[in-house]
Each structure stands twice: as C-alpha cells, then as structure tokens.
C-alpha cells in the first residue's frame, strides 16, 4: 500500500508529482512595458515612436498598453520622456519592461497585438 504524498508550499499544492500553483491569472495580452515599437526592447524607437503617435499622428500604437511606460493609464508625452530618462539619464526603469506581463492596472488602454511575447 502507497500512501499519497499531499505538500502545500505557499500558493501551490502539490499531491504525488502533480502540482497545481494558486493565484488569480493575468487577464489581457502580456507585453513589455515602454515598448511603444513593439520589437521587444526598451530603446530610443520607443520614445521617438510615443511622439510621433502624440505630436505627428504619423504612426499607429498596435499596444497602448506598452507605450504607458508609467502605467498611468494614459499615453502622453510623460511616457516618452520616462523612456528616456531611463536609457540616457540612469532613471527607473518603467514597471515590466523587462518580462513579459500582462497590464497589473486597471485602464482603458489595449493591446492588440504584441508578437515578442507570443501573443
């Protein structure tokens, strides 16, 4: 006779050698947060691409979600120059720019599509 080995380690639970980990799933697309070109990286495109959304109307954001690099739930030019203040000035990163995560915020910003995250 075997007896069932039953082990909770925080949020999963784990009985023989099938686990099941607990928590709310993210809902919505995952991206990168600041990465307005949607190539996958955080780089001077990002805040170039924010502006010319903003100020020139010559491009399309395919994922509001990601040009929000501060996670407001709006994208303005703040956006752009957070972007910035990251790559040339030593600022903070923005929230999720460098892991694939949907939006943690509640905000009427979408992504519609979002390749370097599989999505």
């Not at 954001?61 to 203040?85: I, P």
């Amino acid at each position: 006779v075997t007896r069932d080995r039953v082990e909770v380690l925080g949020s999963s639970i784990c009985i023989e050698e099938i686990c099941w980990r607990g928590g709310i799933a993210p809902r919505g697309p995952l991206f990168h947060r600041g990465d307005a070109d949607t190539d996958g990286e955080l780089s001077l495109n990002d805040a170039i691409r924010t502006l010319n959304f903003l100020f020139l109307g010559t491009v399309k954001l395919v994922c509001d979600d990601a040009a929000d690099s501060d996670d407001n739930g709006e994208v303005t030019m703040t956006d752009a120059l957070r972007t910035l203040n990251f790559l040339f000035l030593g600022g903070p990163q923005p929230p999720g720019a460098d892991v694939c995560a949907a939006d943690a915020t509640q905000d009427e910003l979408e992504c519609d599509d979002y390749r370097p995250c599989g999505r």
